[in-house]
């Protein structure tokens, strides 16, 4: 079964705390590749990362880091100093062979001033 | 700055009423995905064109909804008749056609209200 589970629904945040979003994934495939979307209030998804399932490397871009770990099939995502800007909603996601994006619930971040 | 864009972007409807919504893709792109949203279900996908043929439509309503790419840069969804339970946003997707794990570039979506 392909599966992104997203465990937290929603969380909440004081400005300039770090935070940490987690995803698990499921699926049979050996190369398949990893997504991150933010969905700000304004409803477009923007995409911030993608990661293939043969780079474990951990990755930085700013405030934001990824942390890939296929033993334990997670791909989470770490917001430092937060800003009240972040808050929206993520997805992670799993792109398989058949090019279908398999979407997580999504966690609603709210970071409060 | 190459974007997918859609049409029109808010649509409020009365139950029974057909409605369509438009999707033009980045130029160059030969795969188009739609997909739906809804606070229940999350993002789910609809259907799957590839070089415009419909690769897979298993996500969709069969009875009221139907998809087309008429060309290259024109994407339909279409509902006929809609319904409550239709209310939700309507992404479509482009991405280039590298022969498989295509990205996707998404549009900024359709919000349907069905009354």
């Known amino acids: 079964a392909q599966k992104v589970t997203q465990a937290q629904t929603e969380i909440s945040v004081v400005e300039k705390e770090d935070v940490t979003l987690d995803c698990v994934y499921e699926?049979?495939?050996?190369?398949?590749?990893l997504f991150w979307y933010k969905q700000p209030p304004s409803g477009e998804l923007v995409f911030l990362i993608r990661r293939n399932s043969f780079d474990e490397q951990n990755e930085i871009s700013g405030r934001y880091s990824w942390n890939f770990q296929k033993s334990t099939s997670s791909f989470n995502f770490t917001i430092t100093a937060s800003q009240v800007v972040d808050s929206a909603v993520y997805f992670c996601a799993l792109l398989n062979r058949d090019d279908k994006i398999i979407f997580g619930k999504g966690t609603r971040l709210h970071i409060l001033p | 700055d190459a974007r997918v864009t859609q049409t029109p972007r808010h649509k409020v409807t009365e139950m029974g009423q057909e409605v369509t919504m438009r999707c033009q893709p980045i130029?160059?792109?030969?795969?188009v995905f739609w997909y739906r949203q809804t606070m229940m279900q999350g993002l789910e996908l609809l259907a799957y064109f590839r070089n415009r043929a419909p690769l897979d439509d298993s996500g969709m309503p069969k009875d009221r909804f139907s998809a087309e790419m008429p060309d290259a840069t024109l994407a339909t969804l279409k509902i006929q008749p809609s319904e409550p339970r239709d209310s939700a946003v309507y992404f479509c997707a482009s991405g280039p056609d590298r022969g498989t794990y295509n990205e996707q570039f998404f549009g900024p979506g359709t919000r349907l209200t069905v009354l």
């Open positions: 699926t049979r495939d050996t190369t398949y590749y």
């Open positions: 130029l160059g792109h030969n795969t």
